[in-house]
């Protein structure tokens, strides 16, 4: 059974940087896609930002595209989600997923706990 373990997350200013990390055990990344994923208090859970299985082709929301930027590190089995340029508005709980591709997602493993970024204006 996979299990996917989300961390990295914090308090931050507006216009500042995190980079939030997705480590994997019991299957590699390699074999999947992975998505990052968002739930703000409120609203339902929202797609963040997806790469391919091979390849690392990527896939980003319309509201994080320029600003963020999802690789992979198949040595550590880790993902990473770079988010610069924080807004407000990207204040959110963050989740990794293991997903069927980066277009049509669905999911393919539990959710974890995640992991809170706060932005501060």
């Not at 049509?104 to 995640?114: A, D, E, K, S």
Request: charged share 15%.
């Amino acid at each position: 059974q996979v299990q996917l373990v989300e961390s990295g997350g914090g308090l931050v200013q507006a216009g500042g940087s995190l980079r939030l990390s997705c480590a994997a055990s019991g299957r590699t990344f390699s074999s999947y896609a992975t998505g990052w994923f968002r739930q703000a208090p409120g609203m339902e859970r929202a797609f963040v930002a997806a790469i391919g299985r091979i390849g690392g082709s990527t896939h980003y929301a319309d509201s994080v595209k320029g600003r963020f930027t999802i690789s992979g590190d198949n040595a550590k089995n880790t993902v990473y989600l770079q988010m610069n340029s924080l807004k407000s508005e990207d204040t959110a709980v963050y989740y990794c997923a293991q997903i069927t591709g980066i277009y049509n997602i669905r999911v393919l493993t539990p959710w974890g706990q995640g992991t809170q970024v706060t932005v501060s204006s």
